[in-house]
């Protein structure tokens, strides 16, 4: 059965009145999209953080009992003691070999001491400023040839290609 226009409540500008609730419930579904995925980046960006914290946590693990590193007494490595000759000998080529590390990152291994001008850098050089970067820094004890005990300090680094 056909409605008359007589009989038609809305009238002739009855879409026209429409139009704002449609273009209000698309403004409401685009917000939440938005918001929807701005959590979601977040979500992803805290755990590629975490991911990297943990990494560069097991890092200063293998650095602090890497055989190219540590100081050895009597066959037995001391952990947490590196030897400053053998630190003077160690390249990144022969560091790398002995880390499992991912290779989708970058690695800087930092170690200074703080009663002298020495200092060892292994790794990579930090350029990209954009990306994160997560960061140890804890003191190590250096030993020399006559059995000279230093102070010194292990700086870690890893971030993102």
Known sequence: MK???KEDKKGI?????????LLVVILIIT??????????LDYRREI???ELDEMCLDLKREIQEHPEIVKEEKNRLMTGQFSTEKLNDLDHETLLEHLSFDTNYFFSV???DTESEDRWVFGNTY??????????TG????????ADIR???LGVKVWEM
């Open 48 to 50: 590629q953080r975490a």
């Open 110 to 112: 930092t170690i200074n």
């Open 31 to 40: 917000v939440f999209i938005a918001m929807v995925s701005q959590s979601f």
């Open 139 to 146: 003191p190590v004890l250096l030993v020399d040839g006559t």
């Open 151 to 153: 102070i010194g300090e």
């Open 3 to 5: 409605k008359r226009l």
């Open 13 to 21: 500008a009855g879409f026209f009145l429409d139009g704002p609730v």
């Open 127 to 136: 350029e990209n400023d954009r990306s994160y970067v997560s960061s140890y």
